[in-house]
């Protein structure tokens, strides 16, 4: 939480202090830096060198879609700081713990529930209240943003049925980083080429490499410490976590650097706030219900075969 939120306001001051107007590149150097700097750190036995894997379909078609979603994901969030406010911005990612929900049922990682959607649809009601109270309101802006999260969304998802599968060796955080960090990259070449090189050749990078440094290896230690969340817990949990992130970058905008928010908006993510709060408090009451169950039933049959 505490590197996102630090990533968070560094992307920001990039796409604005700075005056950088190229998210393809930055994020390409993101997925560059990761892919080298975890080799690295693998062969001089400083984390878990993952085996070693042969190219087939099976295994494009399993790490291919998490690439793509996570290399979207991370470019159309950039973009949306050129357009929308940073405590906007946060306040729609509450809508991220609604559709990652959405988004496990569909793909059958998680149950549907009606309560949890009428929970969780509280939230979407406090980011329509937010938008209504946004004074700087982009549609480019909003429509990079649900993108993002959407791919952000089904990255999560996707990355958690790898980590958790009922395989015989699910994939660890490092494996997912040494294998999906190059084929985002890979995707994001031919974007930046399209896209960007022309311009940046004419205008030229006015980035300072330092804070470039900075900034691809806030990226690395966030994209690690996403992956083992993941892992040991799961995707909705990281979301409802980054919820509380997202609260305190919204306070330390406010009253830290004198970010004007209108009450309105306010009032909005206040709700949505709660409505993530609801659902936590609803799923922790759900998951000591299944545990205390089951161990009843160990209990039982523990009991039954000693009678027999």
């Known amino acids: 939480m505490i590197i996102s939120g630090a990533t968070v306001l560094m992307n920001t001051f990039i796409f604005t202090s700075c005056d950088f107007h190229y998210p393809i590149f930055l994020t390409a150097c993101h997925m560059l830096f990761c892919s080298v700097c975890v080799r690295l750190l693998c062969e001089r036995e400083l984390l878990p060198k993952p085996d070693p894997v042969q190219f087939t379909r ?34 729609m ?5 609604l559709v990652v929900y959405c ?20 939230v979407t009601l406090g980011v329509l209240l937010a938008s209504y109270g946004e004074t700087h309101f982009s549609l480019i802006g909003v429509v990079l943003q649900l993108g993002s999260i959407v791919s ?16 015989k060796k699910p994939m660890s955080s490092v494996d997912m980083m040494y294998h999906i960090s190059p084929i985002a990259f890979v995707v994001l070449v031919p974007l930046f080429l399209a896209f960007e090189l022309a311009d ?34 799961s995707a909705l949990l990281i979301n409802l976590a980054g919820v509380i992130k997202d609260w305190s970058i919204i306070v330390v ?54 009678v027999v």
């Open 58 to 91: 099976q295994y494009v078609t399993k790490m291919s879609p998490v690439a793509i979603f996570f290399a979207l994901s991370v470019f159309l969030s950039n973009s949306a700081y050129m357009y929308l406010s940073v405590v906007y911005i946060q306040m």
């Open 93 to 97: 990612k509450a809508l991220m713990v």
């Open 103 to 122: 988004t496990s049922c569909a793909l059958g990682v998680d149950l549907f529930r009606r309560g949890t959607v009428g929970r969780l649809s509280i």
């Open 152 to 167: 952000e969304s089904l990255r999560l998802v996707l990355s958690q049925k790898l980590m958790q599968s009922e395989s």
């Open 200 to 233: 940046m050749v004419h205008t030229g990078m006015n980035l300072p490499l330092g804070i470039l440094l900075v900034n691809v290896i806030l990226v690395f230690l966030l994209n690690l410490a996403s992956y083992a969340v993941i892992e040991h817990t």
């Open 253 to 306: 905008l406010s009253m830290g650097f004198a970010v004007f928010t209108p009450s309105v908006q306010l009032v909005g993510y206040l709700i949505a706030f709660d409505g993530v709060l609801l659902y936590n408090a609803y799923d922790r009451k759900k998951s000591i219900v299944t545990t205390t169950k089951t161990a009843y039933e160990l209990v039982s049959k523990d009991e039954e075969s000693t």
